[in-house]
Structures are given as C-alpha cells and as structure tokens.
C-alpha cells in the first residue's frame, strides 16, 4: 500500500514568518493530496487539497505545491498566526476509488507570539 | 451540528475484555472509516466500508473487526481488548467519488488497562 512520509514532526516559528511541511509518498498513481488541521482536543478538519492534475493551489495564506517527478508535496503558511498552532496531516489517496486516505506522521506547529 | 457521532466519547477497558465503538453519520455517505492515532504515528487505517453489510480491512486490522449494519452505522469491535490498543479512535465518512473529504467524528479516547 501507499506509505507516506511528513517533515519535520514539530515545527516552531515566529508569529508573521512562514511555515512549511513537507510530504513525499511512494505510489506514483496516487491523485489526491490533502492537508488536515487538527486542535487540540478536537478532530482532524480539511484545510486545503490538491490534485495530481495541478502543481500549485492557495487559499489565503495557505499554498500547496506537488511535484508529481519527485512523489513529494508541500504546505507553506505565510504570515502565521498563533491561530495556526495545531497538528498538521498530510495524506495521499489511491487511485482507483475508496477514497483510502493514507496519512502522515504528523507535524505539530507552534507560532510563537 | 455533528453530522458524525462517536459513542462513547471516552472509555476505560480492561484487558481481554470486549469493546465496542460506535459511529453513526447523519452525511449520507456511503464510505465510511475507522482510524486510529497514536503519538509519532499520525492516523492509520483500521477498516472501512463502501456499503452495508459488507467491510473492508484497511493497513492494520489485526485485532479489530468491524460491523455496517446500515449506511449510516459503523461500528468497531475489540474482542479481546490489549494495551496496545490504548489510542484515539477517529470514525469518518467520505462521499462515493475518489478523492473526497473525509469528515470525522470527535474521537473516541480509549485506554486499556
């Protein structure tokens, strides 16, 4: 099956610097790349996606890139808040249906003040 | 308001004893998941299911079963319960089309003693 690896676990910076996770997967017929955010005590929520047919989406302050050569893809934050403190998933999905998300590891982001 | 409910929210259990986690979705989905997460591990796929009365097992279903008994119930049984099923478990449903969002439930804490 599709295993998926997240860089770096933890990640602190600066309230107003950017931040930047990055993901790589194995399967090469994976199409679907999602970005999870999760609180803390709560469950995890879809921020942003996209799909092997683009290489670069932004919704606000929020931008992925995929580089479908090289089986890795990225979330960029910019100008981070302390709103942005939380637990980040990346995720690729199997082609072929069953919406069978594979996530990553995990990264916890700290915005310090 | 929730349109995917755990029960229960929390749960203490003894070793070898049987534990039933329920979900119910309100979504009308015909996906639906059981993942759990553990520190350093993210969410990792337990099973799923595509339909009533039928599921599938996903990357690490050994010592777990599961039970569809209608598109809206998903249920997730440990027959014997062991410590090392001490962990978050997520249920989440996902429309039909590859590549959708999966909306999870609030999690269910579970610690096995």
């Known amino acids: 099956g599709e295993q998926v690896e997240q860089l770096p676990s933890i990640l602190r910076v600066q309230e107003g610097s950017s931040a930047s996770i990055n993901c790589s997967y194995e399967d090469s017929a994976s199409n679907y790349f999602p970005w999870y955010k999760q609180e803390p005590g709560e469950n995890p929520k879809l921020i942003i996606d996209?799909?092997?047919?683009?290489e670069r989406k932004q919704i606000q302050e929020l931008i992925v890139l995929l580089d479908k050569k090289a089986k890795r893809f990225s979330l960029h934050i910019t100008d981070t808040q302390p709103g942005d403190s939380a637990m980040y998933f990346c995720a690729a999905s199997e082609a072929g249906g069953n919406n069978k998300l594979t996530f990553g590891q995990g990264t916890v982001l700290s915005v310090i003040p | 308001e929730a349109a995917v409910t755990q029960s229960p929210r929390s749960k203490v259990a003894v070793t070898g004893g049987k534990v039933t986690l329920s979900c119910h979705q309100t979504n009308n989905h015909d996906y639906m998941y059981w993942y759990r997460q553990d520190t350093g591990h993210g969410l990792r796929l337990i099973h799923y299911s595509y339909v009533a009365d039928s599921t599938e097992k996903g990357d690490i279903p050994d010592g777990y079963k599961a039970s569809r008994p209608s598109q809206e119930n998903f249920s997730l049984i440990l027959e014997l319960a062991s410590l090392s099923q001490t962990a978050v478990y997520f249920c989440a449903s996902s429309p039909t089309i590859s590549g959708n969002t999966l909306y999870f439930g609030e999690g269910s804490r579970l610690i096995v003693v």
């Open positions: 996209i799909r092997s047919n683009m």
